[in-house]
């Protein structure tokens, strides 16, 4: 399968965004580090070997470790982290976790799914090295993430050159994300989403951030032709023109896909197999059983 993120590209990016970092440019991490910190906080148990696995900043560890539910976690990266002790880090690609085979109880994984080239093999990997009974909890865009800012682009670029190239990544959707849980082998696999709406003055402010956060396009098939500014300022029309409120504000979307599973264990809930119930729903809704027609 041919990789769809150039990886190398992705770590010159997020090594020069955090080298000249930007204040509040990590808005977005810093929400999604805390909605996991509020999911992890109501699991009743303490967990004693932790990892979080890619992600680029240690946010969401540091937000986690604050509700007093972990130990000091461990990560997994492309890049040494600002803060941290190198012996802490394991270096690898976005496609690979290097963690032994059952050795952690907690695996965090903070907005990185979505720009690995194999996302099954991945989440197949923190299966195997989770301990049973041990957690994932996961976040990633899903579909529609930057979908004002994608079809802005591709108007204007098809208005202009009669063609279009693909300038803003694939996200997919919470049943695919769910699937993929299941076929890792995840048990009690949960997913849900965040709707994350941020509002800017034009185009040009979402884009400063996006480079600023290192979240730029990273696709292998991108265009290498430079782009002229005329493109930009026709998209920044369109984007007004369709997603503006009447404050005059641009909307951009960041669907943000919670995901949990637990490695498997015997102590877990199972379903019943069908037909061993006991009680009639009838019975249990107080209600007289109506048969349908054969």
Known sequence: MDPLFDHTLMRQRRVRALAGFTPGADFLIRRVAEDMADRLSVVERRFENPFQVHGGLTLA?????????????????????????????????????????????????????????????????????????????AATPGAGTLGELRESLLAAESELTGGANARIHPYADIRDYGALLQRAGFALPVTDIDDIVVRYADMFGLLRDLRAMGMTSMLMERSRRPVGRSLFLRAAQIYAERFSDPDGRIRASFPVIHLSGWAPHESQQKPLKPGSAKTRLADALRTPEQKLPR
């Not at 604050?66 to 982290?81: C, E, I, S, W």
């Not at 976005?94 to 194999?118: E, K, R």
């Open 61 to 137: 560890a540091e937000t986690m470790s604050a509700t007093g539910k972990t130990a000091a976690f461990r990560f997994v990266d492309q890049y040494a982290l600002p803060g941290l002790d190198t012996s802490a880090v394991t270096l690898a690609g976005p496609d690979q976790v290097p963690i032994a085979p059952g050795s952690a109880d907690l695996i965090v994984s903070p907005l990185a799914l979505h720009l690995t080239n194999d996302t099954p093999g991945v989440l197949v990997q923190m299966r195997r090295a989770l301990k049973p009974d041990g957690l994932l909890l």
